[in-house]
């Protein structure tokens, strides 16, 4: 996808007239500019109140042979094409109109809109673009035998292996997606059909508009079509080109790297309802942290009276509660600044294990530190047991740290500690420490 900063629409209007796949009529699209924030949203000119569908996959209704989606009782077939070819040529906001409920299906390909995208023109506006960065894979599989999976990766890229009934026919293709590789690697793929299931659609009412002019039959081991073979992989490469289309409809585009076997309209709006979740619950941070005040909160100046620890091995910026004389909770703003992501790890920035371990004690120490027989004392950390990574703490998070001491005997105690990060246990283990004069 296109890597530009900032959202782009089209620069003007451009038309597209053609006969529709599944339902054989004839229909005129019209692509038109929207403005930031609108999306990719269809629009039914032929009904009465003209009504708005938005691309986005809470509307999906049907996925069989093709994508369909639903508002009401108004709809829009086949719209995988069209989305492809707008994300992919790096368009964020269009309006497409349409006077019947599916796009032509042209040659088979996203090329038609490909040319009818570079006619309008594409214009670069005020906001930024939003990208949902995948952080930890994403893996989906189906009974069919469909398999999704997205890991992390500095740019988009798109990895297909395409397996026919029987293992015919089958194919491996991958990319990096950009305006110039999906206008020449991906848009020209035209969509295709075993030989055997076009009587099965045909009894369904389907490819009502479908010939060897707009689809590629596979009969047995041989290809039907007009025209040879465009790639050596166009099977694949569709593929690829419905991914593209269907993942969009999560409303985000992705910097990720997603690796399919045997995908279909299925499952890949599947994933992408996985992919609105995840990102869902990475926009569901903690609601803005109310800082109490009064005497059981200590601001960094007070935290600093307590533990004799400085830069760059000072863990808590704050403490925000205190219950009773045995639990306590600090507060870490974790920023890119800290001097440990210099080499943990260059370009991929993680708080090391051992320093959350080190917060969760410092937070258990001011619990003893804070009482009047150990004020000015230091506690030493001497053993951590049954400690948990659960998940990575990364620049920009918050993290809370929770300690509560299980046992105290003179000069020593043992908590329990866990670190929290928008409300998910990140780390946790049972610790022992002694408080010493200094």
Do not use: W
């Not at 053609?18 to 269809?42: D, R």
């Not at 053993?383 to 000069?411: C, H, N, Y």
């Amino acid at each position: 996808m296109s890597a530009a900063p900032y959202q782009q629409t089209l620069a003007s209007s451009a038309t597209l007239a053609g006969t529709s796949l599944h339902t054989g009529e004839k229909v005129t699209l019209t692509m038109k500019p929207a403005p930031a924030g609108h999306g990719i949203k269809f629009r039914r000119v032929d009904l009465d109140d003209q009504p708005f569908i938005d691309a986005h996959v809470k509307n999906v209704q049907t996925v069989e042979r093709a994508t369909t989606l639903a508002q009401g009782s108004v709809k829009v077939h086949t719209v995988e094409h069209v989305i492809s070819a707008l994300v992919g040529m790096g368009v964020d906001n269009a309006i497409i109109e349409m006077d019947a409920n599916e796009p032509p299906i042209g040659d088979g390909s996203a090329r038609p809109y490909v040319e009818c995208i570079k006619k309008a023109g594409i214009a670069q506006q005020d906001e930024f673009r939003s990208v949902f960065e995948i952080r930890e894979p994403i893996h989906m599989e189906t009974r069919g035998g469909s398999l999704i999976t997205i890991v992390p990766d500095k740019s988009f890229r798109v990895s297909c292996t395409q397996v026919g009934p029987d293992g015919r026919m089958t194919q491996y293709f991958s990319t990096e997606v950009t305006p110039e590789l999906y206008e020449n690697e991906i848009a020209p793929a035209r969509t295709f059909v075993f030989y055997e299931d076009v009587q099965p659609l045909m009894e369904k009412g389907l490819i009502k508009g479908g010939s060897l002019e707009n689809a590629v039959v596979i009969r047995g081991d041989s290809v039907m079509s007009k025209e040879p073979m465009r790639f050596q992989e166009e099977f694949a490469r569709h593929k690829i080109l419905d991914i593209i289309g269907d993942l969009m409809l999560s409303g985000k585009r992705i910097m990720g790297h997603v690796i399919a076997v045997k995908p279909g309209h299925g499952p890949n709006t599947d994933m992408a309802r996985e992919l609105v979740k995840r990102f869902q619950e990475a926009q569901a941070m903690r609601p803005p942290v109310r800082i109490p005040t009064g005497e059981a909160v200590l601001n960094n100046i007070e935290v600093q009276k307590v533990l004799p620890h400085r830069y760059p091995f000072l863990m808590v910026d704050r403490v925000v509660n205190f219950e009773g004389d045995t639990k306590c909770t600090g507060v870490k703003q974790v920023t890119i600044n800290e001097p440990f992501f210099q080499g943990h790890f260059p370009g991929h920035p993680v708080m090391p294990g051992v320093l959350q371990v080190e917060a969760m004690a410092q937070v258990g120490s001011i619990i003893l530190l804070r009482q009047p027989e150990h004020q000015g004392k230091i506690g030493y950390f001497m053993s951590a047991d049954k400690v948990k990574f659960r998940k990575p703490v990364l620049p920009g998070d918050t993290l809370f740290i929770e300690a509560e001491i299980l046992k105290t005997r003179r000069s020593m105690a043992s908590a329990y500690c866990r670190c929290v990060v928008n409300d998910q246990v990140v780390s946790e283990g049972e610790l022992k420490f002694a408080v010493v004069d200094s």
